[in-house]
């Protein structure tokens, strides 16, 4: 079959997704260097980058490890699973953007992520959703892998890495994402609420339940759409470079 050629809107958010990967491999040397702090040799760091693939989980994994030792394990392999339940949602949302086929979908699973969802759902056309979806993902897998392994070998020379900010580059890449969908009155409402809960009850509740409460608190106030209008609202154009 004929591949059709990429036009010149598919090769704008082929840069897209590039960035992002790039962004992403920033706060990939934090993790390598944290999980390496915390504990974990090399092949384990790697390992979890590879098969695990969720940096919010990741950070959560490592992060419990670090505070509670090997005791605290299975604390921390629950606020990875909990942390980790986003992408099933995710997925639910970009399964008509990945198309049909057994081994299409099982790849996508695996980079079905913050950025490759948030970069494909921006998009204008079927097409320029797929795109984004799938050189998002690659870019942020090959770019995650590689950094983690950096960050793991530079491990202690490093230092604190709250120094640097690496320790808030995940979340400043993913309000980054964020950030040019808040157009609308009922956009803002539904972020800003979660924000202020999530904010609330992380020094109350364990790790990981503070983004499901959000979550939740998000949907109640973006289904209501108390803030937004009768009709549909316009998707924003797609995230900058």
Known sequence: MRRTPWSVDDRAVARQGIAVGLAAAAY??????????????IWQ????????????????????????????????IASAAILGIRNGVYGIRVA??????????FAAAWITIDESSAVATTQLTLRTQRVGFWVTGL?????????????????????????????????????????PRLRQLQTVAVATA???????????LIPGLPVLV??????VVGAFNWFGGRGPQPEPPGIPT
Do not use: E, H, K
């Open 194 to 204: 979660a924000a202020v809960i999530a904010a609330v009850t992380t020094p109350l």
């Open 96 to 105: 008509p953007i990945v198309g049909a086929g057994r081994w299409r979908r």
């Open 139 to 179: 870019s942020v897998f090959v770019g995650w892998n590689l950094t983690s392994l950096i960050g793991g070998l530079i491990g202690n020379a490093l230092g604190d890495v709250r120094v640097y900010g690496l320790d808030a580059a995940a979340a400043a890449a993913f309000l980054g994402l964020l950030w």
């Open 28 to 41: 990939g040397i934090s993790y390598g260097a944290l999980a390496v702090a915390a504990g974990l040799d």
């Open 214 to 219: 959000a979550g939740v608190v998000a949907v």
């Open 45 to 76: 760091t790697c390992v979890m980058s590879l098969l695990m693939f969720t940096g919010g989980s990741q950070f959560a994994l490592v992060g419990v490890i670090a505070t509670g030792g090997v005791a605290a394990g299975p604390a921390a």
